[in-house]
């Protein structure tokens, strides 16, 4: 129990910690990957609370997910390493005042909502990953199917949208220069 | 107890591996060849480039080395000759090997060199193309096994290797699994004559010799996940379960550094492209025909 505790206040330590020096950084893909370390860090916290497919798939998750951050925050940031000295931040009263504000309610809504009873006893991660797969294609299916699909139609829209309208003109215009 | 003798299992796999790289390439063999040449980087000079990313540049080689030695930890050698026999583990291995992108991002931009900074951001397109032929194979092996346990995996083969019931899956896994460890022909990101190293290309000394540790430890790794999946685990006559899991491994091993010596380096797009319009309906197809074949085979 005590062990438990232990390494949740850890591994909570440690995503705050990488989570302040993804604003401290003036480099982008240190902030991406900083970002990346703080979840990655709650994923250990998953595991340390006993629900291991959430804590290996959160940890799964994350990589690939800010990787790919990352290559876009190079693409359209004028100053990627922040090697330049440029101050990419802007608005820092606002954000500050937001920030407070917006971890003082997380604070006040941990300590003050009821969270019900503790549960005795998790069960063993071989179940619980069996419960997670019922719920996923029983009762929770179509939510999930229409989330999915929802998103697919995104991904294939952005993707039209960014290809190029080829008109007479300019495919004559390629085969020249080509 | 488990635990030191995977490591040494690994560590004298990779070193045997190495042994049988040299011979392919210098048609010499010299088994003390791969402790020289690691006593030797050992004794170089270590080069640190000029303004890098220092935190990612000392980074890169260990964390590699790390995730590559997490996955091994989830891969069976006997029935009770396992480091952490998880309940997930065919998603840990995925979870732990995609900290192998993040090593190549970080190898790529720690050292402030162009050419290491194309081979890691090349390696996040190379994740983009093999990622859904590691997961989906899996996920048809796990429907068989009707489990994620490795160890329940390389059960549910005993009469039937998957390679035999899944061979579809055992192939897009084989060819992603190359791609994962970057391996000829998809060594994309250090691209040896081409990017002058790529991520490689600004370590040397102690830390080039922990880079290609990690990456004949992560080829290792994968042939044993192979293994585990397809081929049937410790499952084998006459010779101790072990023993076949480390042949097993090393014969997988072999084959993909072979495979690789006589095939071309494919193009990035190509890549990309026969991944994703070939690869992924053969990988559905893969789990369609798993599916029927659970349902009606009893």
């Known amino acids: 129990m005590y062990a438990q505790a232990f390494f949740v206040a850890v591994f909570g330590l440690a995503a705050i910690g990488f989570g302040v020096v993804v604003f401290r950084t003036s480099s982008m893909v240190r902030s991406a990957l900083a970002l990346l370390f703080s979840q990655t860090a709650v994923g250990c916290m998953f595991l340390a609370m006993q629900t291991e497919f959430l804590g290996v798939l959160q940890i799964m998750m994350m990589a690939t997910e800010m990787s790919i951050m990352a290559i876009f925050m190079v693409m359209f940031m004028m100053d990627p390493g922040g090697m330049g000295g440029m101050d990419m931040t802007h608005q820092k009263r606002f954000s500050i005042g937001a920030g407070v504000v917006a971890a003082g309610v997380a604070i006040v809504v941990a300590f003050w909502a009821d969270w019900g009873p503790v549960t005795a006893e998790a069960p063993d991660a071989a179940m619980q990953t069996r419960a997670l797969g019922m719920e996923l294609l029983g009762r929770s299916m179509l939510i999930f199917e229409t989330a999915g699909i929802t998103i697919l139609t995104a991904m294939i829209a952005a993707t039209a949208v960014a290809i190029p309208v080829q008109t007479t003109a300019n495919s004559a215009d390629k085969e020249d220069t080509e | 107890m488990n ?70 930890a989830v891969l069976p050698l006997a029935p009770t000759l396992v480091i952490a026999d998880l309940a997930t583990g065919a998603l840990f291995i995925n979870a732990a090997l995609a900290y192998v992108l993040v090593a190549l991002i970080m190898a790529g931009w720690g050292p402030n060199g162009a050419y290491a900074m194309i081979g890691g951001w090349r390696f996040l397109g ?159 197809l893969n789990i369609i025909v798993v599916g029927l074949l659970v349902l009606v085979v009893p």
Not at chain 2, 31 to 53: F, K, N, Q
Not at chain 2, 185 to 209: C, I, K, M, S
Not at chain 2, 250 to 277: F, H, N, Q
């Open chain 2, 126 to 284: 190379q994740l983009i193309a093999y990622a859904m032929l590691i997961v989906m194979p899996i996920t048809a092996v796990a429907m068989r096994a009707e489990s994620l346990v490795t160890t329940v995996i390389v059960v549910s083969q005993d009469g039937l290797w998957n390679i035999v019931y899944q061979p579809l899956g055992f192939v897009l896994f084989f060819i992603a699994a190359m791609a994962l460890a970057f391996r000829a022909p998809f060594d994309l990101p250090t691209a040896p004559g081409e990017l002058g190293g790529g991520v490689d290309a600004e370590y040397t000394g102690v830390r080039l010799a922990v880079l290609r540790l990690a990456r004949l430890t992560l080829v290792i790794t994968l042939a044993s996940a192979t293994t585990v999946f397809y081929l049937g685990g410790w499952h084998g006559p006459l010779l101790p379960p072990w023993a076949w899991s480390l042949i097993k491994t090393l014969a997988v091993a072999v084959s993909m550094l072979l495979a690789g010596r006589y095939l071309p380096r494919i193009r990035e797009a190509d890549l990309m492209r026969w991944c994703w319009t070939l690869g992924i309906p053969l990988a559905l």
């Open chain 2, 3 to 72: 635990f030191v003798i995977v490591l040494l299992a690994l560590l004298g796999s990779v070193w045997l591996l190495a042994v049988v790289e040299g011979w392919t390439t210098t048609g010499r063999l010299r088994p003390a060849a791969p402790l020289l040449s690691g006593l030797a980087h050992l004794g170089r000079e270590s080069i640190v480039p000029r303004t890098p990313d220092r935190v990612f540049f000392e980074t890169a080689p260990v964390l590699l080395l790390i995730v590559a030695v997490l996955g091994a």
